[in-house]
Structures are given as C-alpha cells and as structure tokens.
C-alpha cells in the first residue's frame, strides 16, 4: 500500500475538532497513534510513512492532538501541561466515539506516551494492547537536548532549529530526508498563527513537565499488555524513563534498539514493525 491510502478528515467529538489521518478498513482491529511534542510536531511527521503498512491489518487513526499542527485550539486554551494533557484526553476519547470505536489499541511516542498513560488510567476498558515510544512519564533527569528544544522559542532561528532536530537522529548526516524533515517541520513550528499558541504551551512543559511522571500506584493497576522501545542513543528521553515503567507496569516488556534516538519509528522500523503487528495480534510470534 502507497500514502494515498491515507484520508484526511476534520472530526468532532466532545466539542474538539481534530484534524486526523485514517487508513485501512473500518471492521479491523482499530489502532490510535499519538505524536510527541517537539517545535513542528503533528501526526504526519511522525506517523505517516508507516500507515500505509499498518492498514495492511488495522484501522489506523492519527490526530493532530490540541496544540499541534491543524487540530482546533479550545478558547480559551489551557494554562498549564496537566490541562493540555486533560483537552487531550477528551479529545482522543471524543474520536474514538466519533469514529464508533468501543476499543482499540494504542501507540504513543514521547509526550504522546504520557497521554497514553492518562487514557489508560481513566478509561482502561477503551483500550486493548499498548505501545510506548520513547516515552515520557516517567521521573527522569532533563537532558541537555531536551532543555534545548523546550526552549526553542526563545530563539526561533533555522540554525538552532536544524540542530534540534538533528539530536533527535542517532546519525542525523545519514537520515535520509532529514533536511526535508527539518524545513517543513521549521515552517510548521514558526507560522505565525501557531507560534503564537505553541510557545506557551512549550514554556508550560519547561515549567510542569515532572507533573507528567505517573506513580507506581496507577502504573501498577494497570491491566494492559505493554510493550515499550526505546532509542539506545536517545538524547531527548533517556532510558531510565523506559526502566522506571518496566518496573512498575503489570505487563511490559521493553527492546532497546541499537543505532536509534528518539525517532525509533523512523530509524528502525525494519524491527520494529514486526514486533508491533505481533504484540496486536496481526502475526503470529511462530513467523517471522
């Protein structure tokens, strides 16, 4: 399957207008992807290449969460990380309603991950199998890199952009597209219009993101089947995050994938989709 299998929809649910990616047949095992949060992110940036492949065998639904790329900002919108976190929350479980989907799995990559976590804890009926990414959640030291890009908007320009970006590769100089990642996400993270929103809510995560880190108690009620990757080379989450939910979650398992940052889904996708399709019932684990 090629990206024109992809559709874009403008969806509404519980009063928030989400901007979503969707592929594949309606009747199959429906999967929710939920971007990080870097300058530029939305659900393209991070999902798109591999939708195509997971039509194959799921219903795949990608938004734009509040704050990122088209999805439509409430008025007025939040204050601070755990009320993003919250309109977030509302907004994946009024798509899932929308879209008439009782349950589904669920990916969540970076801040995605710790929304992931908050759906979990909520409404753990709504979902099925999980997989985390890199994810945040998780009482972690901040990393230099990380202090860089949460402090992106206090010098905008396209050289400190680029080497942004470049620390989220394991080897940014052979990423291939790393130069188109990097100038599309940079007109993205500095449209007027979303700068205007974005940097706020970026200075909110500087100030609160530690209030994202779930405890042992709600991680160790959690019923579901997890498995987390995480980058060896991360240098935007560090892997002690990844350890601390492999210690307390009921069911994890955690892979550290080699020659991988914080992009894994892009870097190593060659393991990790077959791990993927695997953990939500797509192959068997007696194939490859």
């Not at 990608?62 to 009320?83: C, E, H, K, R």
């Not at 009921?250 to 990790?272: C, F, K, N, P, T």
């Amino acid at each position: 399957m090629g990206s024109d299998v992809i559709r874009e929809e403008k969806i509404e649910g519980r009063g928030l207008t989400s901007h979503t990616m969707i592929a594949g047949d309606p009747k199959k095992p429906a999967i929710l992807l939920l971007h990080g949060a870097g300058p530029g992110a939305h659900a393209a940036s991070n999902w798109r290449h591999l939708m195509p492949d997971l039509a194959e065998n799921f219903f795949v639904i990608a938004p734009d969460l509040i704050g990122f790329g088209q999805s439509t900002i409430p008025d007025p919108f939040p204050d601070n990380v755990m009320a993003w976190i919250g309109v977030r929350v509302e907004q994946c479980l009024g798509l899932m309603d929308a879209l008439e989907i009782d349950s589904a799995h669920i990916v969540g990559n970076s801040m995605g991950g710790a929304l992931t976590l908050q759906l979990l804890s909520e409404t753990p009926e709504r979902f099925d199998k999980v997989i985390l990414m890199g994810s945040i959640g998780a009482p972690a030291p901040r990393t230099p890199e990380l202090v860089r890009l949460l402090s992106f908007y206090s010098d905008p320009r396209p050289a400190r952009y680029r080497q942004l970006m470049h620390s989220f590769a394991y080897d940014a100089d052979k990423f291939e597209g790393m130069e188109e990642i990097v100038s599309s996400r940079y007109q993205i993270a500095t449209d007027p219009a979303v700068m205007s929103i974005a940097s706020k809510m970026i200075d909110s995560m500087k100030v609160g993101i530690e209030t994202l880190a779930m405890p042992p108690s709600i991680l160790g009620k959690l019923p579901h089947d997890v498995l987390i990757f995480h980058g060896r080379q991360d240098r935007i989450v560090p892997l002690d995050t990844s350890l601390y939910l492999l210690e307390h979650l009921q069911h994890a398992e955690l892979y550290v994938l080699d020659r991988s940052g914080h992009w894994s889904q892009l870097e190593r996708w060659d393991i990790m989709r077959p791990m993927l399709e695997r953990h939500f019932g797509a192959r068997d684990w007696t194939t490859a």
